[in-house]
T-cell receptor, first 118, second 117 residues
């Protein structure tokens, strides 16, 4: 049981290049999230997904796109990277608690991807 | 909007000292969850605790304890007899529920704890 994994761990891009970050979880979680962490800013939500085939915007979605074609994977794409997107990116997933008025369970995080855009 | 304030940016203590990390939150929700995560120098985020807004009982787990006070909107974290391995950035977070049952975590900016030998 690997939990939440992220690929790659490190990446350096030039301005204008594109790339995709992959998040995978093997816990059969319904919910998945992408955050970015910047110095002195804590973590901020970029996009999230409440299930396969659905995505929604978070706090800082501009410049990013996401897809959740399979329940276990959540992809974060940068179409045209900018230096402002230099950050550490964390993926998280959580289960849906049983019950009619259920709330999501605890979010568990991947190890992070350190991205530098030159 | 939800907000989490961790007023202590950095704290430095000597091993075996007790240390308390403060967390103050703002929310209009009646049901919410509060969390603490630890981020050691290696960078991963480690879940420590999740507390329901209806449960104000203090919690103790080994050297860690948490004091949840709804009246002051605080969820403070105390490490007793600190150790060098406790050195990390600690984040307090508050849940914000959205469409489809999703949960967004609103994080504080973190408190960097350094425990010196």
């Amino acid at each position: 049981n690997a939990g939440v994994t992220q690929t790659p761990k490190f990446r350096v891009l030039k301005t204008g290049q594109s790339m995709t970050l992959l998040c995978a979880q093997d816990m059969n979680h319904e919910y998945m999230y992408w955050y970015r962490q910047d110095p002195g800013m804590g973590l901020r939500l970029i996009h999230y997904s409440v299930g396969e085939g659905t995505t929604a915007k978070g706090e800082v979605p501009d410049g990013y796109n996401v897809s959740r074609l399979k329940k276990q994977n959540f992809l974060l794409g940068l179409e045209s990277a900018a230096p402002s997107q230099t950050s550490v990116y964390f993926c998280a997933s959580s289960a849906k608690t049983p019950g009619s008025s259920s709330f999501p369970d605890t979010q568990y995080f991947g190890p992070g991807t350190r991205l530098t855009v030159l | 909007a939800q907000k989490v304030t961790q007023a202590q940016t950095e704290i430095s203590v000597v091993e075996k000292e007790d240390v308390t990390l403060d967390c103050v939150y703002e929310t209009r929700d009646t049901t919410y969850y509060l969390f603490w995560y630890k981020q050691p120098p290696s960078g991963e985020l480690v879940f420590l605790i999740r507390r329901n807004s209806f449960d104000e009982q203090n919690e103790i787990s080994g050297r860690y304890s948490w004091n949840f006070q709804k009246s002051t909107s605080s969820f403070n974290f105390t490490i007793t007899a600190s150790q060098v391995v406790d050195s990390a950035v600690y984040f307090c977070a508050l849940s914000e529920f959205g469409p489809g049952g999703s949960e967004k975590l609103v994080f504080g900016k973190g408190t960097k704890l350094t425990v010196n030998p």
